[in-house]
């Protein structure tokens, strides 16, 4: 079942294609199977119904659904759109303001030149400019909407020190609103008074969120491998779902782990729905961590330094790179990235192959890990030699 925000009609602006091309696939994989979060979405409409212009923030931990939010919410208002993904290399504050420069300049057809020169990039006085020109361009109770997924993700060294993240401006110009996301911990920003901003915490609002997960599971309960999976212990369709939901602590992510897995037979063995794991915390450890095999004997210091470099360096990295930065041979490092292929992420840059953790709230899960954070003299080292290759640009020349 599919339950999508309705099109909020002529008040905003209907022209270009609803995102960035680049943005297109990440959008429609968070968008699969989306459903609810009508309360997030009336919100939204009832702040720029009651404010001429303003930033909306949704704020939530991982895997509370922010991004699929966000996606469905650009899907439905055909609004220009940018993604920040650390855990794909995509942080960077020149980027965010070339692809929605970019974005305005083909909506609003503005005799601007791309590429964009550099210096257009260096801070946020063109990007306020385009805002100013859009907003003259807005007919009487359209609206322009920006939305930006999770500012905690911006490399903040990619921007001048003390500035808002990304550069986003002070003050907006009339019908120009940004519906932006991000986790509970702050990010630099400041707004003039006469621009308003709204919190929006998904965690003040747990009956509804509850309801969103369990109309989630119950569209998902005629499967046949699920049916067979409550049949064989017992389980209605009702307490699968009342104590399935409960398990995943009202987070999306949870269920798109679980469910798959349970599909597949990872828990043939769980008598009862009770023995799954409890949030998302308790599955990374008690299913990733362990296949991973980070409590094996068997190559456990290298697959420690892996991630370790793979957490602090937060961008994808070649195999050669991470066997200099572990001080491995690469044929030990391939060995463990085999075992991990399907917690990595390999994707071609300038003709070789670079990996990273496939999302970002589980490569923070290992980089936080005690074993992996304990003082050790070889993280020492690859500490140092992360720092010379950073330095020596090695990234750059990859």
């Given at each position: 079942m599919r339950i999508c925000c309705k099109r909020f009609g002529s008040g905003w602006a209907d022209?270009?294609?609803p995102a960035d091309l680049n943005f297109r696939e990440i959008i429609a994989d968070k968008t699969d199977g989306f459903v609810g979060r009508q309360f997030v979405f009336a919100a939204?409409?009832?702040?720029?119904?009651?404010?001429?212009k303003g930033y909306f923030t949704i704020v939530a931990p991982p895997g509370a659904g922010k991004s699929a939010i966000l996606a469905e919410y650009v899907l439905w208002n055909e609004c220009v759109a940018y993604f920040n993904m650390r855990s794909a290399g995509i942080t960077s504050t020149v980027d965010f303001l070339n692809s929605v420069c970019k974005q305005l300049i083909n909506r609003y057809d503005f005799d601007y030149q791309t590429p964009l020169h550099p210096d257009s990039m260096k801070n946020g006085n063109f990007l306020c400019n385009l805002l100013a020109e859009a907003s003259k361009k807005l007919k009487p109770g359209e609206r322009l909407a920006i939305a930006v997924d999770?500012?905690?993700?911006?490399?903040?060294?990619?921007?001048?020190?003390?500035?808002n993240v990304l550069y986003l401006p002070e003050v907006l110009p009339d019908g120009v609103y940004f519906i932006l996301t991000r986790r509970p911990e702050p990010v630099p920003f400041r707004i003039n008074p006469q621009t308003r901003h709204q919190l929006f915490d998904l965690q003040d609002y747990p009956k509804e969120s509850l309801a969103d997960i369990e109309t989630y599971i119950r569209g998902v309960t005629g499967r046949p491998q699920l049916r067979a999976w409550m049949?064989?212990?017992?389980?209605?369709?009702?307490?699968?779902?009342?104590?399935?939901?409960?398990?995943?602590?009202?987070?999306?992510?949870y269920l798109r782990f679980v469910l798959p897995e349970?599909?597949?037979?990872?828990?043939?063995?769980?008598?009862?729905?009770?023995?799954?794991?409890?949030?998302?915390?308790?599955y990374y450890r008690d299913d990733h961590w362990r296949r991973m095999g980070m409590e094996d004997g068997r190559l456990f210091e290298v697959k420690i330094n892996i991630v370790y470099i793979l957490g602090e360096v937060r961008q994808p990295v070649s195999r050669g790179l991470l066997a200099k930065l572990a001080g491995e041979s690469e044929k030990t490092v391939q060995k463990v990235?085999?075992?991990?292929?399907?917690?990595?992420?390999?994707?071609?840059?300038?003709?070789?192959?670079?990996y990273r953790i496939y999302h970002t709230s589980?490569?923070?899960?290992?980089?936080?890990?005690?074993?992996?954070?304990?003082?050790?003299?070889?993280?020492r080292e690859i500490n140092a030699r992360i720092a010379k290759a950073l330095m020596g640009g090695l990234w750059e020349d990859e």
């Open positions: 022209q270009s294609p939204i409409e009832k702040f720029c119904q009651s404010y001429p999770a500012l905690d993700e911006v490399d903040l060294d990619s921007q001048s020190r003390g500035a049949a064989e212990r017992g389980i209605a369709v009702g307490e699968f779902i009342t104590k399935l939901a409960a398990k995943s602590e009202n987070n999306f992510m349970i599909e597949g037979g990872a828990y043939r063995d769980l008598e009862k729905i009770e023995n799954l794991p409890q949030g998302l915390q308790d990235l085999t075992e991990w292929a399907q917690f990595l992420y390999p994707e071609e840059i300038k003709g070789e192959i670079r589980f490569r923070d899960f290992l980089y936080s890990q005690e074993i992996v954070q304990a003082p050790d003299e070889k993280r």
